[in-house]
């Protein structure tokens, strides 16, 4: 009898699982990084797009020397670079040490008692006014997603919202705008 098509495991994805290999690795970088750098930043964030977390990353890697105070002075001066770790909270607080018997380094416990949700760490030479100074400033326009706030008041005429179809009605009274259909 031929062998059943029901049986078998369909895998939806091509992408291989994370090794503990893999996993080792990355505390040990995010281990190297507190090493190579005096400094640890715990920051927290929402609303990430991609684009405008790079100019981020590059700040802190040195790449951005025109908006990077500390890598005018000398091309190989490393005191500007940097490292940010994203996502993995469990494996930052695995490296960092979650106990003051197997923290990596002296109050690094304390940290990751805080990596929850969206946080991240920012390993750097920068000292704390500059890190501050430049997240105080740092302010990107973009536009907004689903269950943003808006910081303006949005009024709608009574032409603009027959426009739009029956079925848009029950998304306007959730949003609570008086709306009332007549045939």
């Given at each position: 009898m031929p062998k059943s098509r029901r049986a078998q495991i369909v895998v939806l994805t091509k992408?291989?699982?994370?090794?503990?290999?893999?996993?080792?690795?990355?505390?040990?970088?995010?281990?190297e990084a507190i090493?190579?750098?005096?400094?640890v930043y715990l920051f927290?964030?929402?609303?990430?797009?991609?684009?405008?977390?790079?100019?981020?990353?590059?700040?802190?890697r040195g790449g951005n020397a025109k908006n990077n105070k500390m890598s005018d002075s000398d091309e190989n001066d490393t005191s500007a670079e940097g490292r940010i770790f994203l996502g993995k909270n469990k494996l930052l607080q695995?490296?960092?040490?979650?106990?003051p018997e197997d923290e990596y380094s002296d109050n690094l416990h304390r940290l990751s008692k805080n990596l929850s949700g969206s946080v991240g760490i920012l390993c750097t030479n920068q000292s704390a006014s500059d890190v501050e100074e430049y997240f105080a400033t740092l302010a990107v326009e973009d536009f907004a997603r689903a269950g943003a706030t808006s910081p303006r008041a949005v009024v709608l005429t009574k032409?603009?919202?027959e426009t739009h179809p029956v079925s848009m009605m029950e998304q306007f009274r959730k949003l609570g705008m008086p709306v009332e259909v007549k045939n």
């Open positions: 992408t291989a699982k994370k090794t503990r290999e893999h996993k080792t690795k990355y505390v040990e970088m995010v281990r090493d190579t750098n005096k400094r927290s964030y929402e609303n990430m797009r991609s684009n405008h977390f790079k100019d981020v990353r590059l700040h802190f695995i490296a960092l040490g979650r106990t032409e603009q919202v």
